[in-house]
């Protein structure tokens, strides 16, 4: 609001507005007699008691800010005007297609399409997020999901492509051990057996495989966990009479000579017909890298070894158990344990039948 004023001691005025906590400004005093001054809208009635006395020559005139802005710059109000209308008119053009998540379909193709549709780089788009997905769901079978999202000028596309079978691309699942299926819990892939079947080592548990509701095959790394009735059998032997090698005290050296690790000679040749060796190497001279390999031989000779099967039995079987342990799965729960021995034509056999439940898969 703008106040002009006419009349005496407006300078005593104008120290008590500024007491009262008026804020005033562009105050103008032309003459003893004439001022004008500028305050608030909100301060103009609580100003009409302080000025009562004094003539008002033109009136409470109001001027708004905003009116005297527009005028001073009016220009650059049009120029923002404008620009903002055309930033949301641009905003509307597409300048960028990003392209996210693809494998087998190439993203030249993804645009190709899109080009086909009107959705293109400098071009205006009129589809929405929702039509440009449907776009290419409608147009590729092979994709299972697709998400369109839009920022500023970009168009933002991300894929999620369908596993096709191909087969070789995932191994089956197979039977580590021989037994009977007792549970089955299959994450992903084709159940390939049932509870109740026995199997094989090697026999396919799960295919490498889903289908979808069309019946067409998906690969997928399979994942499940089959347990089994399993019969782990070990069995370990013993002639009452058995042969053995050992030394008969007679020994031969044989010298080899090399240079720069080329064979020179040898000296002495081994004539025994059974024997085991000890090799060792020295260096003939520090000037000449001429290396001697010194062989010795030990002749041996077969001599026979006559067991006492009673005695060497309850070795026999914990051998037998222990190799029956060490083919178990790494979970299992044990049913039954069987330890027996038997001998036929003076061998002593121990054999050790484990049965437990544990996971095959």
Same mark, same amino acid.
């Given at each position: 609001?703008?106040? &002009?004023?006419?009349? +005496?001691?407006?300078?005593?005025?104008?120290?008590?507005?500024?007491?009262?906590?008026?804020?005033?400004?562009?105050?103008?005093?032309? %003459?003893?007699?004439?001022?004008?001054?500028?305050?608030?809208?909100?301060?103009?009635?609580?100003?009409?008691?302080?000025?009562?006395?004094?003539?008002? @020559?033109?009136?409470?005139? @109001?001027?708004?800010?905003?009116?005297?802005?527009?005028?001073?710059?009016?220009?650059?109000?049009? *120029?923002?005007?404008?620009?903002?209308?055309?930033?949301?008119?641009?905003?509307?053009?597409?300048?960028?297609?990003?392209?996210?998540?693809?494998?087998?379909?190439?993203?030249? &193709?993804?645009?190709?399409?899109?080009?086909?549709?009107?959705?293109?780089?400098?071009?205006?788009?009129?589809?929405?997020?929702?039509?440009?997905?449907?776009?290419?769901?409608?147009?590729?079978?092979?994709? /299972?999901?697709?998400?369109?999202?839009? #920022?500023?000028?970009?168009?933002?596309?991300?894929?999620?492509?369908?596993?096709?079978?191909?087969?070789?691309?995932?191994? $089956?699942?197979?039977?580590?051990?021989?037994?009977?299926?007792?549970?089955?819990?299959?994450?992903?892939?084709?159940?390939?057996?049932?509870?109740?079947?026995?199997?094989?080592?090697?026999?396919?548990?799960?295919? $490498?495989?889903?289908?979808?509701?069309?019946?067409?095959?998906?690969?997928?790394?399979? /994942? *499940? &966990?089959?347990? /089994?009735?399993? +019969?782990?059998?070990?069995?370990? #032997?013993?002639? @009452?009479?058995?042969? *053995?090698?050992?030394?008969?005290?007679?020994?031969?050296?044989?010298?080899?000579?090399?240079?720069?690790?080329?064979?020179?000679?040898?000296?002495?040749?081994?004539?025994? %017909?059974?024997?085991?060796?000890?090799?060792?190497? !020295?260096?003939?001279?520090?000037?000449? $890298?001429?290396?001697?390999?010194?062989? !010795?031989? +030990?002749?041996?000779?077969?001599?026979?070894?006559?067991?006492?099967?009673?005695?060497?039995? $309850? =070795?026999?079987? =914990?051998?037998?158990?222990?190799?029956?342990?060490?083919?178990?799965?790494? %979970?299992?729960?044990?049913?039954?344990?069987?330890?027996?021995?038997?001998?036929?034509?003076?061998?002593?056999?121990?054999?050790?039948?484990?049965?437990?439940?544990?996971?095959?898969?």
């Amino acid at each position: 609001m703008k106040i &002009e004023l006419e009349g +005496y001691n407006l300078g005593e005025l104008i120290k008590t507005l500024h007491r009262k906590k008026f804020t005033l400004s562009n105050v103008c005093q032309t %003459d003893s007699t004439h001022i004008s001054f500028e305050i608030a809208d909100k301060e103009s009635a609580r100003i009409n008691r302080f000025i009562a006395n004094y003539k008002i @020559k033109k009136g409470l005139t @109001k001027i708004k800010l905003l009116p005297r802005l527009t005028l001073a710059n009016l220009g650059v109000i049009v *120029a923002l005007f404008l620009g903002i209308i055309f930033a949301i008119f641009c905003s509307n053009y597409v300048w960028q297609i990003r392209i996210y998540g693809n494998e087998n379909i190439s993203k030249q &193709e993804i645009i190709s399409v899109l080009s086909d549709n009107g959705i293109k780089k400098g071009k205006l788009n009129t589809k929405s997020n929702q039509q440009i997905e449907e776009i290419l769901l409608n147009n590729y079978n092979r994709l /299972a999901q697709v998400s369109v999202i839009r #920022e500023g000028t970009a168009i933002i596309i991300n894929l999620s492509e369908k596993l096709v079978y191909n087969p070789g691309e995932f191994s $089956p699942i197979t039977a580590k051990y021989s037994g009977i299926i007792t549970e089955i819990n299959v994450l992903t892939g084709t159940l390939n057996v049932k509870v109740g079947d026995y199997v094989n080592v090697g026999d396919t548990l799960v295919l $490498p495989f889903n289908l979808d509701s069309a019946g067409n095959k998906i690969s997928v790394c399979p /994942a *499940a &966990e089959i347990k /089994a009735k399993l +019969y782990i059998t070990s069995k370990a #032997e013993i002639n @009452k009479i058995t042969y *053995a090698l050992e030394r008969t005290g007679k020994t031969k050296k044989v010298y080899n000579y090399s240079i720069f690790n080329k064979h020179l000679y040898a000296k002495n040749k081994n004539s025994f %017909d059974f024997f085991e060796c000890e090799e060792y190497n !020295t260096y003939i001279s520090n000037l000449i $890298p001429i290396k001697q390999t010194t062989t !010795t031989y +030990y002749e041996l000779k077969q001599v026979e070894v006559e067991h006492n099967l009673e005695q060497e039995k $309850p =070795e026999l079987v =914990e051998k037998a158990y222990n190799d029956a342990i060490s083919k178990l799965p790494q %979970d299992y729960t044990l049913i039954n344990e069987s330890n027996t021995t038997s001998l036929v034509d003076n061998t002593l056999y121990a054999t050790t039948i484990l049965t437990v439940e544990g996971i095959i898969s």
